[in-house]
C-alpha cells in the first residue's frame, strides 16, 4: 500500500505561484511513477504533470508545459507541483497518484491516490 497526503493549495491571484506537496509513506517507492491530477468542477480529473522516483524523466501536459514544474526529493519521499503564471482556469482540487508509467495520462491507469488539495485562482 501507498499512502498519499497532498499539501499547499490555497487562495491566489492570477500571475502567482504556488507549490503543492505530496508526502508519500508505505511501501518502496523507487519504483513507481508519482503524478499530479486535477479536477475542476464539473468535469472529469485530467492529468497535470508525472516524475518518476528514480532518474529525471517527467512529463508535463500541453496546457502547463512551460509553467508548472514537477520534482522530488528523495530523502524526503515528497513530490511537488512548483505552479507559476497561475491562470483562473487552473482552479481545481489537485491529486497527487502514484503508478507505474508516468506517461499514463488516464487517471484510471494510477492505483493510488491522494486525497487532494484545492488550489483557487481569482482573475
Known amino acids: 500500500q501507498v499512502q498519499l497526503v497532498e499539501s499547499g493549495g490555497g487562495l491566489v491571484q492570477a500571475g502567482d505561484s504556488l507549490r503543492l506537496s505530496c508526502a508519500a509513506a508505505g511501501r518502496t517507492l523507487s519504483g513507481y511513477a508519482m503524478g499530479w491530477f486535477r479536477q475542476a468542477p464539473g468535469k472529469g480529473r485530467e492529468f497535470v504533470a508525472s516524475?518518476?522516483?528514480?532518474?529525471?524523466?517527467?512529463y508535463y501536459s500541453d496546457s502547463v508545459k512551460g509553467r508548472f514544474t514537477v520534482s522530488r526529493d528523495n530523502a524526503k519521499n515528497t513530490v511537488y507541483l512548483q505552479m507559476n503564471s497561475l491562470k483562473a482556469e487552473d482552479t481545481a482540487i489537485y491529486y497527487c497518484?502514484?503508478?507505474?508509467?508516468?506517461?499514463?495520462?488516464?487517471?484510471?491507469?494510477?492505483?493510488?491516490w491522494g486525497q487532494g488539495t484545492q488550489v483557487t485562482v481569482s482573475s
Open positions: 516524475i518518476y522516483w528514480a532518474g529525471s524523466e517527467s
Open positions: 497518484a502514484a503508478g507505474n508509467n508516468i506517461y499514463f495520462t488516464r487517471s484510471s491507469r494510477w492505483g493510488y
